[in-house]
């Protein structure tokens, strides 16, 4: 039985490794902000309000250069809400320790639910979700907080 299972697994390995014999493409899958763009949003801790962190480009250790997009709506998760983001906390989970340099971080609201963070700071590389943000907002006037997992490696 052994032997006819792995003759089957090998069989399997040379036929779909077999690039001339595919001839459709995979469909296009989206990456970096298109692919965020459809995450779901996460929900804070009183279901207040849900939110969605874009990031503009791979996050990258040692740099101010970062930047992400930060999306606030209601916790019917349907309309951008009115809402002052308070902390962006960058903190490795993995590690159990904070990045540096959070006064540097800059935050302009862009629209009505819609934030942009700059000059974000990461101490060091980690891989997908070693990075969360625990984000502090008010949102329509009532305080809350959530946890959104970094979904890129920090390089």
């Not at 090998?10 to 077999?18: A, E, K, N, Q």
């Not at 480009?57 to 983001?85: C, G, I, M």
């Amino acid at each position: 039985m052994k032997v006819w299972w792995m003759g089957l697994f090998i069989f399997t390995l040379v036929s779909c490794g077999d690039a001339d014999k595919n001839t459709a493409d995979p469909p296009a899958r989206p990456t970096g902000p298109e692919q965020e763009a459809q995450a779901p949003y996460a929900f804070s801790t009183y279901q207040t309000f849900a939110v969605k962190i874009v990031w503009n480009h791979p996050p990258r250790s040692q740099s101010l250069d970062n930047s992400a997009e930060v999306y606030f709506v209601d916790k019917n998760n349907q309309n951008l809400v009115d809402s002052r983001l308070l902390r962006f906390h960058l903190y490795m989970a993995s590690m159990g320790h904070p990045s540096i340099k959070e006064e540097d971080m800059v935050f302009n609201q862009v629209a009505r639910g819609h934030w942009t963070v700059s000059r974000i700071f990461f101490s060091m590389g980690g891989s997908a979700g070693s990075w969360v943000v625990d984000l502090e907002a008010e949102v329509e006037g009532q305080q809350d907080k959530v946890r959104v997992s970094i979904p890129h490696e920090v390089e």
